[in-house]
Nanobody, 119 residues
Framework: QVQLVESGGGLVQAGGSLRLSCAASGRTFSSFGMAWFRQAPGKEREFVAR????????DYTDSVKGRFTIFRDNAKGTVYLQMNSLKPEDTAVYSC????????????WGQGTQVTVSS
């Protein structure tokens, strides 16, 4: 089992920044690829960013490229999402997820943290 706990969400004005954290416990963190997803009210959950087990490869949805950065610290068992130049359309509940290396599906999910961007 893996437990994922997000933190760092909050209310910020458009153009501002937030850094989300996702702390993992229960199994070797470096075994997992990690990702961030988000879900806005009335919308489907969408992929935001992902990172491989060693941080060597990252990928982003087009709407956040150049503004968001995903990175990880395996020694701390934590993955981060640095969000800059935030827009009102970034408002959502952000969740982190973990998957075993080589497996397509994300197996473990956190509870999520609310990010609200005011205009």
């Amino acid at each position: 089992q893996v437990q994922l706990v997000e933190s760092g969400g909050g209310l910020v004005q458009a153009g501002g920044s937030l850094r989300l954290s996702c702390a993992a416990s229960g199994r070797t963190f470096s075994s997992f690829g990690m990702a961030w997803f988000r879900q806005a009210p009335g919308k489907e959950r969408e992929f935001v960013a992902r990172i491989t087990w060693n941080g060597g490869v990252t990928d982003y949805t087009d709407s956040v490229k150049g503004r968001f950065t995903i990175f990880r610290d395996n020694a701390k068992g934590t993955v981060y999402l640095q969000m800059n130049s935030l827009k009102p359309e970034d408002t959502a509940v952000y969740s982190c997820a973990a998957r075993f290396t080589g497996v397509a599906q994300y197996t473990y999910w956190g509870q999520g943290t609310q990010v609200t961007v005011s205009s």
